[in-house]
């Protein structure tokens, strides 16, 4: 069977991935080091992309090209938008939207309106939406999902009990070319964009796959919380809660 595209911008991320796969063999394409192996059953092939919207948009369109791929994945972490949400709760795209791309006006980032074009809303919004079908479906599996606790060493001494309940929602992926590390911005994420996490690949294989005609499946487990400690929480996170993004898309992977 045609394998699914799995995209990874960082090593940490690709490597929980690994973990779970059989049958693993290496390959290079391009310079990127590409894995291909099984995942529950079924044939992936997983490629660290670097970070960002161009290095992951090109990486997915030479692994669809390479090797016929199905459908395109993302797996990994993003920072937390959504104040319900706490480091280690998964998100599960529905829908995804290039914050960064748009119109600027004059007068600050709030005059900034989302997902209008420059050319017009006629040249297409750089907005993209899972099937009902697909949102059905994974609405269904996401809230059957139970992620291990975070090591109890990782959580602040403040934090209460209920943050190890790790939870897996369907919400809305913002993506652009920047680490958010500002509780300015990202409150502002959160209202105009009314996401749930921001990382900086998915929107971009979710062109790339609307562009290919190829279903699109975003899983990001939170590393932050976008705020003003998010340089200090990713890198302490990063590693311990990409293994949930590999464990979530393992429960879904059936679906695509
Ligand atoms: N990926 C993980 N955390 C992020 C953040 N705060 N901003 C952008 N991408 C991220």
Redesign the pocket.
Same mark, same amino acid.
């Given at each position: 069977a045609a394998p699914l595209a799995v995209i990874c911008a960082m090593q940490e991320e690709k490597a929980a991935l690994r973990a779970l796969m059989s049958d693993l063999e290496t390959r290079d394409l391009l310079g990127r080091r590409v894995t291909l192996g099984r995942l529950d059953g079924r044939d992936i092939v997983v490629a660290e992309s670097g970070i960002g919207k161009v290095a992951s948009a090109v990486t997915a369109a030479l692994l669809a090209r390479e090797f016929g791929c199905r459908g395109l994945v993302v797996s990994g #972490?993003?920072?937390g938008l959504d104040p319900g949400l706490h480091i280690g709760d998964t998100v599960i795209a529905h829908s995804l939207v290039q914050h960064d791309y748009g119109q600027l006006l004059d007068g600050g980032l709030t005059s900034f309106r989302p997902g209008v074009p420059p050319l017009g809303p006629d040249r297409g919004e750089y907005h993209f939406t899972l099937t009902a079908d697909l949102t059905e479906r994974l609405a269904q599996l996401a809230g059957a999902i139970d992620l291990p606790e975070l090591p109890a060493d990782l959580l602040p001494a403040s934090a209460p009990r209920a943050w190890r309940k790790r939870r897996v929602v369907l919400g809305r992926i913002v993506s652009g070319d920047q680490?958010?590390?500002s509780e300015r911005e990202r409150a502002r994420l959160h209202r105009d964009f009314d996401a749930q996490a #921001?990382?900086?690949e998915g929107a971009a294989v979710a062109q790339v796959g609307a562009l290919l005609g190829l279903p699109v499946v975003v899983v990001r487990c939170l590393?932050?919380l976008?705020g003003s400690d998010?340089h200090l929480d990713?890198p302490r996170f990063v590693a311990a809660v990409s293994p949930g993004a590999a464990l979530v898309l393992r429960q879904i992977i059936g679906i695509l």
């Open positions: #972490v993003a920072g680490f958010i590390n #921001v990382e900086m590393s932050d976008a998010s990713f």
